[in-house]
C-alpha cells in the first residue's frame, strides 16, 4: 500500500496556495477601464519604436478575427474616434481575458493530461497488453484528476458562457443578424453548432464519458484483486474497447468546442488529432515520471528496467507522432495559402508567439528524438527525466499556444498569472493522485496477465 | 582450431535456449547456431556482443538527409528555380517547408536500405554465395547447435544428450 508522504502533500498545498496567489495578482493587476489602457499603449510606444510595424500587420490580422465590424477601419488613416474606442475596448478585453486565458491553459492541459493517460490505460487493457499490468495502480491513480479537473472545468465553460464572465470565446459575442453591429459571415454557417446550449450540453456529455468509463473500468479492476474468476477482467476488456472508441468521438469534438472555437475564422481537420497527440505524450511521460518516482521510494518492487525502457519507447514514438501533425497542420495550409487558414499562423509563426512555435519543436521533437534514440538511455531514470521534463514543458506550451494569440491577443505575455496558474492546477493534479494511489494496492494481483508483467524482459 | 565439431539438432526454441545457457555454463565454445527464425534472447544467451547496425542505421539517416537537403538545394533552388504555387523560389531557407516530406522519404530510404545491405554484407549473404546451414532442416523447424570438439567428444555427447537434443551427429571441420 502507498502511504502519502507527508511532505509530497504539504508541497502540493503549497503550490495550490502559491498558485492561487499568482493568479489573484494577475486578476487585481488586469486592467479595469480603457483609459488604464490608453496609459500602457503610450508606454508601450514609447520604449518600443522599431516595434510598431510590426503592429500595423498586426492589426490588419485583428481585422479579420475581430468580432467587431468597425475594427476594420483601423487599418486606414482615417481614424474617426469611434473606431478608434472600438479598438481601445477590445485591447481591454484581450487584457481582462489575459489571467482567465492562463487559467483555462493549466486547466485544460492537465485534465487532458488525466484523461490521456486513461485513454493509454484502456488500450493496454484492450489490447489485452502483457508487459503492463505492473503498473496499472499507477496509470489508475494517475486518473484521479479527470473528476475535480472536470467539474472545475465545467464550472468554468459556465461562468464563461452563460455568467459573461469573460471574453474568451468571441464567438459568444457575434451575430448572424446582417444588420447587427457585431455580425459576423463566419458564424451564419457555424450558428448550428457554435451555440451556447449546445455547446454547454456537448461539454456535459464529453466529461460524463471520461468520468462514467474511468469509474466503471476502475471498479472492475479493484474488483478483480480478490475474484477467482475473470470475469471482472473481461468486463474491464469491454468498458474499455467501448470507451476508446467513445472517447475518440468525444475527444474529436471537444478539440473543435473547447480549443478550436477558440479562433473561430480558423480551421482544421486535422486539429482534434494534434491534440490527442499532444496530450497522450505528455501522458505518458506523466506515467514515466511517477513511475520512477514511485520506484525509487521502493513501492513498485515488480517493475523492472524493462517497464522503463517500454515506456520510454512510447514517449520516444509519441514524440515523433506528435512532430508529424505539427508538420502535417502547417505544411498544408502554409500551401494551400488560403487567408482564412493562413490567419491562425500569422501571430504563431511571424508575430510574437514565434519563439514558443518554434521552440517547442525543439523541446518536443529534437530534444527526446536525439536523446531517447540509443536503446540504453531509455530506461537511465536521469535521461527519462530531463526528457519528460522537457517534453511537459513542450507540450504546456504548445496548449499555451493553440489557446493564448485567440484570447489575449497578438502580443505575447508571459508572467505572474500563467505561472500562478501552472502551480495551481499541478498542486491539485499531485494531490488528487497521490491520494488516489493510496486507494488500492499497487500491484493488482488479480489481473491474469501479471505474472507475464512481471517476469517481462525486454531483449 | 579443432578440426571436429559437434552438431546439436533441436526441435523447440526454448528447449535449445535452456540447451545454450547449460552448455555456456559448462564452459564449452558454442560456434554457431542455425534457427529457421530469429529466437528472442539467443543472442544474449550464447554471449554475443550487442549489435551496432543500430549506429549505422543512425549514420545513414544522417547521410540521406544531408544528401537530400544538398540535392534539393541544388534542382529547387540553384539549378532550375521554378514557381510553384507562388511559394519563394530562391531562398531554400523560406522554401523549406516543401522540402521536409522528401528530407524524411531520403532519410528512411537511405537508412533502411544501407542498413539492409551492411546486414547483408555482415552476414556474408550476397549474389551466388551458397548457403552455409550444414543441415536443411533448419530452414524448416529444427534448430541447430554446433560445438568445436577438442578431444572431449564423448562428454560433450553426453550432455548434449541430457539438454534434449534429438540428434547429435560428429562430423569434420570443412
Known amino acids: 500500500m502507498y502511504t502519502f508522504s507527508s511532505k509530497l502533500k504539504t508541497f502540493s498545498i503549497a503550490l495550490v496556495i502559491l498558485g492561487a496567489l499568482g493568479m489573484a495578482y494577475g486578476f487585481f493587476t488586469a486592467p479595469k477601464t480603457t483609459d488604464e489602457i490608453k496609459e500602457m499603449m503610450q508606454h508601450a510606444e514609447s520604449s518600443h519604436e522599431a516595434t510598431v510595424a510590426e503592429h500595423a500587420t498586426a492589426s490588419t490580422h485583428e481585422a479579420v478575427t475581430n468580432e467587431h465590424k468597425a475594427e476594420g477601419e483601423h487599418t486606414t488613416d482615417t481614424h474617426d474616434a469611434h473606431a478608434a474606442e472600438h479598438h481601445l475596448e477590445h485591447m481591454l478585453m484581450q487584457a481582462q481575458n489575459r489571467p482567465w486565458a492562463a487559467m483555462y491553459v493549466a486547466m485544460i492541459f492537465f485534465l487532458l493530461i488525466s484523461v490521456c493517460v486513461l485513454v493509454f490505460y484502456a488500450m493496454q487493457r484492450a489490447a489485452s497488453a502483457g508487459w503492463s499490468p505492473v503498473l496499472f495502480r499507477v496509470m489508475e491513480g494517475l486518473t484521479a484528476y479527470i473528476v475535480p479537473g472536470s467539474i472545475l472545468i465545467l464550472l468554468f465553460l459556465i461562468y464563461s458562457s452563460v455568467g459573461h464572465g469573460n471574453h474568451l470565446f468571441a464567438w459568444m459575442y457575434t451575430s448572424i443578424d446582417p444588420t447587427a453591429e457585431n455580425y459576423d459571415f463566419a458564424m451564419v454557417t457555424k450558428d448550428w453548432w457554435l451555440n451556447i446550449p449546445g455547446w454547454l450540453i456537448r461539454s456535459v456529455i464529453y466529461v460524463s464519458i471520461w468520468i462514467g468509463f474511468r469509474h466503471l473500468i476502475l471498479k472492475n479492476s479493484r474488483a478483480q484483486d480478490e475474484a477467482t474468476d475473470t470475469k471482472h477482467f473481461m468486463k474491464s476488456f469491454n468498458y474499455s474497447v467501448l470507451f476508446l472508441a467513445l472517447f475518440l468521438l468525444s475527444e474529436l469534438f471537444m478539440a473543435f468546442d473547447w480549443l478550436m472555437a477558440i479562433d473561430h475564422h480558423w480551421f482544421s481537420q486535422l486539429y482534434p488529432f494534434y491534440v490527442f497527440s499532444s496530450m497522450l505524450v505528455t501522458a505518458i511521460t506523466i506515467i514515466a515520471l511517477v513511475t520512477v518516482y514511485l520506484k525509487s521510494r521502493g513501492f513498485l518492487p515488480n517493475v523492472n528496467d524493462s517497464h522503463i525502457h517500454d515506456l520510454g519507447k512510447y514517449m520516444f514514438g509519441f514524440s515523433i507522432f506528435w512532430a508529424y501533425l505539427w508538420f502535417d497542420q502547417f505544411m498544408l495550409q502554409w500551401y494551400a495559402n488560403i487567408p482564412e487558414e493562413v490567419v491562425y499562423f500569422m501571430p504563431r509563426l511571424l508575430g510574437e508567439y514565434q519563439p514558443l512555435f518554434i521552440g517547442m519543436v525543439f523541446l518536443n521533437f529534437t530534444f527526446p528524438l536525439l536523446l531517447l534514440m540509443n536503446k540504453t538511455y531509455k530506461n537511465k531514470p536521469w535521461f527519462l527525466g530531463i526528457t519528460g521534463l522537457a517534453i511537459i514543458v513542450g507540450h504546456y506550451i504548445d496548449v499555451f499556444v493553440m489557446i493564448a494569440p485567440g484570447t489575449v491577443g497578438n502580443e505575447l505575455h508571459f508572467g505572474i498569472p500563467e505561472i500562478g496558474a501552472i502551480l495551481f492546477f499541478l498542486g491539485l493534479f499531485i494531490f488528487f493522485t497521490f491520494n488516489a494511489l493510496t486507494k488500492a494496492p499497487l500491484h493488482a494481483k488479480g489481473n491474469p496477465f501479471m505474472k507475464e508483467s512481471e517476469v517481462y524482459q525486454y531483449h | ?174
Not at chain 2, 544538398?70 to 532550375?80: A, E, N, P, T
Not at chain 2, 542498413?115 to 554465395?129: D, E, N
Open chain 2, 1 to 174: 582450431m579443432s578440426s571436429k565439431v559437434i552438431h546439436a539438432l533441436y526441435d523447440d526454441d526454448e528447449v535449445l535456449l535452456t540447451a545454450v545457457k547449460e552448455v555456456r555454463a559448462a564452459d564449452h565454445h558454442i560456434e554457431e547456431i542455425f534457427t529457421p527464425f530469429p529466437v528472442h534472447g539467443l543472442d544474449h544467451a550464447m554471449g554475443l556482443a550487442p549489435t551496432k547496425i543500430a549506429i549505422t542505421a543512425f549514420m545513414y539517416g544522417v547521410t540521406g538527409l544531408s544528401f537530400s537537403i544538398w540535392f534539393l538545394y541544388l534542382i529547387m533552388i540553384k539549378d532550375w528555380p521554378q514557381n510553384i504555387g507562388g511559394k519563394p523560389s530562391f531562398s531554400f531557407a523560406e522554401n523549406m517547408p516543401a522540402f521536409v516530406p522528401i528530407m524524411f522519404e531520403m532519410t528512411v530510404f537511405f537508412a533502411a536500405h544501407l542498413m539492409v545491405i551492411t546486414f547483408y554484407m555482415r552476414s556474408k549473404i550476397w549474389p551466388f554465395q551458397t548457403a552455409s546451414n550444414p543441415d536443411p532442416r533448419t530452414t524448416d523447424d529444427k534448430f541447430l547447435m554446433e560445438i568445436a570438439v577438442d578431444g572431449n567428444e564423448s562428454e560433450l555427447t553426453s550432455l548434449l544428450e541430457k539438454t534434449g537434443a534429438i540428434e547429435i551427429t560428429v562430423k569434420e571441420n570443412h
